[in-house]
């Protein structure tokens, strides 16, 4: 009985596993900020589809990207590292040719503190040098200039959140 526990134990994993379609991030405040959400990557033809909404943010643009480390535990966010960048390229927008893979730009907060973003990314992966599994995503407490190396000058980190994989659709 035992033997036959363990085999369904070790079996039960790759009934399940296939290629990862979606993954999730938490975005949980740095100190002494309240900003707050959720974001899902979704795989597509064209890229992983971003969907992000955000609270507790002060109106305007707020820079938003993925981190090297998948590290919240600074209290100031520090611990994610840089902007992701798996092909040493330089910082700019999200809709630029050369960028950091992590550049995601920015999202917008309404006059009640709420962003939205929802639009795919042609550079993030869920496989190879470009996955964005395990990694960090920051929101940032000033706009991304889209320009300055290597921040974007967006200024200090609000709310940080680890990507996981999460149930495919
Ligand atoms: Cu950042
Ligand atoms: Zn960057």
Excluded at 130 to 146: E, Q, T, W, Y
């Amino acid at each position: 009985m035992r033997l036959a526990a363990i085999v369904f134990v070790l079996a039960a994993p790759t009934t399940l596993a296939g290629p990862v379609t979606r993954a999730a991030a938490t975005l949980q405040p740095t100190k002494d900020s309240k900003a707050q959400g959720t974001v899902t990557f979704t795989k597509t033809s064209g890229g992983v589809r971003v969907q992000a909404r955000i609270e507790g943010l002060t109106p305007g643009l707020h820079g938003f990207h993925i981190h090297e480390f998948g590290d919240c535990s600074a209290p100031d966010g520090s611990a994610a590292g840089s902007h992701f960048n798996p092909g040493a390229e330089p910082h700019a927008g999200r809709a630029d040719a050369a960028r950091h893979t992590g550049d995601l730009g920015n999202v917008e907060a309404d006059a009640t503190g709420v962003a939205s973003l929802d639009y795919v990314d042609a550079r993030s992966s869920f496989e190879g040098a470009s996955s964005i599994l395990g990694r960090g995503v920051i929101v940032h407490a000033n706009p991304d200039d889209l320009k300055t190396q290597p921040t974007g000058n967006a200024g200090g980190r609000l709310a940080c959140g680890v990507i996981g994989v999460a149930k495919g659709e």
